[in-house]
């Protein structure tokens, strides 16, 4: 018997009627002989209407347990509901949170990784004939036996997690969208579905801001090699598949371009240019958990330098509240924060091997009068920190400076 894991996004299970259809697709798994796992999403918005609904009554920084455990109910009422829908169409079902689930992590509330995964009473409930639903996004620490969630988008996470644990012979994230495109097909309507994409490829991307899959289901999924279709939950139509390099049939140079406008840039001026200066502020922000991204010291005049970065905007207070004390101490001069930013990143395995990509992505900007505030580039990326007003003008134009759409006949890179 084949083991399957199916997850849901928001969209997926947005109202009671989408809820019943994803019933009835479960129910055909389950009768077609597999042993099936379902990880489902708060419904629709209910994330964010609890997150705000926390900063009404909690204020900016509520108790981040306490936010933990609201949070994880979206996905509970999920859970539930999913488990009744099935029992009206007969068949067996029992969902579980996903601390019954053995989701273990570590105490890192708002997103914390998941460090183990104890699957004893999944694997008996499948034993046992049922259909197991899970509750994504969540589990408990290991420490603290309290509530955490794995951050937005965790609940990818969940699923590729458990497929990973038991041993599941594929792991399929259902969404709104047909597949992973190259680009977000809501920003670039002539974006092309990708039939394979490697793990190192989609890692980067989804790194990059292409919140098709979170980060770490993709690490999980590379780690432990469970194969991962991306498909749509609206049509039974094909998705794309994510797995080793090897399976890519296509020889692209490029895969995508993916775009970020969650991040934030921080600027340190004055910064005394010796030895040490730049390991203490980034050790006081790491060990604050702040999640530092694009890293850029300007050239350094009379013994002074300034350093930018890029951060979760979110972290932005945090970061700030941890560089004033420490830049008196070391005689700095300030910190300007610049909230209206965002990221553009060019992924593609063949980049290794190629040059001029990142010239060629550089004047397409250009054409378009895009300016650029920051570069890094991997070897198999290239990102630039433009002005949160330019992304769209930005994603269009490197994402037909190469080709990449559907309708495109010329320059194309593979
Ligand atoms: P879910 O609720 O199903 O988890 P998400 O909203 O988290 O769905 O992710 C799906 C969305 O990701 C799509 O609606 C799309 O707008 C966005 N997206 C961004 N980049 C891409 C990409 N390269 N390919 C496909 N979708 C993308
Ligand atoms: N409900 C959570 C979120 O909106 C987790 C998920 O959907 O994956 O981020
Ligand atoms: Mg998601």
């Excluded at 629709?44 to 609201?70: C, F, H, N, W, Y």
């Excluded at 989701?103 to 890192?108: E, Q, R």
């Excluded at 809501?186 to 890692?203: G, H, Q």
């Excluded at 399976?247 to 040490?276: F, M, Q, W």
Aim: proline fraction near 3%.
């Amino acid at each position: 018997m084949a083991i399957v894991v199916q997850k849901y996004g928001g969209t997926s299970v947005g109202d009671v009627d989408r809820m019943k259809r994803v019933a009835d697709r479960v129910s055909r798994t389950h009768r077609d002989g597999n042993q099936t796992v379902v990880v489902v999403s708060a419904m629709g918005k209910t994330t964010d209407d609890l997150v705000s609904m926390a900063a009404d009554i909690g204020g900016e920084q509520p108790p981040q347990r306490e936010l933990d455990i609201l949070l994880t109910s979206g996905e509970r009422i999920s859970m539930a509901l999913l488990a009744m829908a099935l029992h009206e169409r007969g068949v067996q079902a029992k969902s579980f949170t996903g601390s019954q689930a053995g989701i273990i992590t570590d105490a890192v509330h708002g997103k914390a990784r998941i460090v183990d995964i104890t699957p004893g009473r999944v694997q008996e409930a499948l034993d046992g004939g049922y259909v197991v639903i899970v509750a994504g996004f969540q589990g408990v620490s290991q420490d603290t036996k309290d509530i955490t969630t794995l951050g937005r988008g965790g609940s990818d996470t969940t699923a590729v997690a458990l497929a990973a644990a038991l041993d599941a012979d594929v792991c399929e994230i259902y969404t709104d969208v047909d597949g992973v495109f190259t680009a977000d097909p809501r920003i670039v309507p002539t974006a092309r579905k990708l039939d394979v994409v490697s793990y190192e490829e989609m890692l980067e991307l989804a790194a990059q801001g292409a919140k098709v899959l979170q980060v770490r289901s993709v690490e999980f999924g590379r780690n432990h090699g469970v194969r991962i279709h991306v498909r749509s939950s609206f049509s039974y139509t094909t998705g794309t598949w994510v797995g080793p390099e090897e399976d890519k049939v296509e020889d692209a140079i490029i895969s995508g371009v993916a775009h970020d406008t969650s991040e934030a840039k921080l600027t340190i001026l004055g910064l005394p240019d010796r030895p040490g200066v730049a390991a203490r502020v980034f050790t006081e922000l790491a060990d604050a958990n702040v999640n530092v991204d694009m890293i850029v010291q300007n050239v350094s005049a009379d013994g002074r330098t300034d350093i930018s970065f890029t951060l979760p905007r979110g972290d932005t207070a945090k970061a700030q509240a941890i560089l004033e004390p420490l830049l008196d101490d070391v005689d700095g001069a300030g910190v300007l924060v610049d909230p209206d930013v965002a990221k553009v990143s060019l992924v593609g395995a063949g980049m290794k091997t190629n040059p001029g990509i990142a010239a060629k992505m550089f004047s397409a900007l250009s054409a378009a009068d895009v300016n650029i505030e920051m570069i890094s580039t991997s070897t198999i990326r290239v990102s630039v920190v433009v002005a949160k007003d330019d992304v769209e003008t930005a994603v269009q134009a490197v994402h037909a400076v190469f080709g990449l759409g559907d309708d495109a006949d010329e320059g194309r890179s593979h």
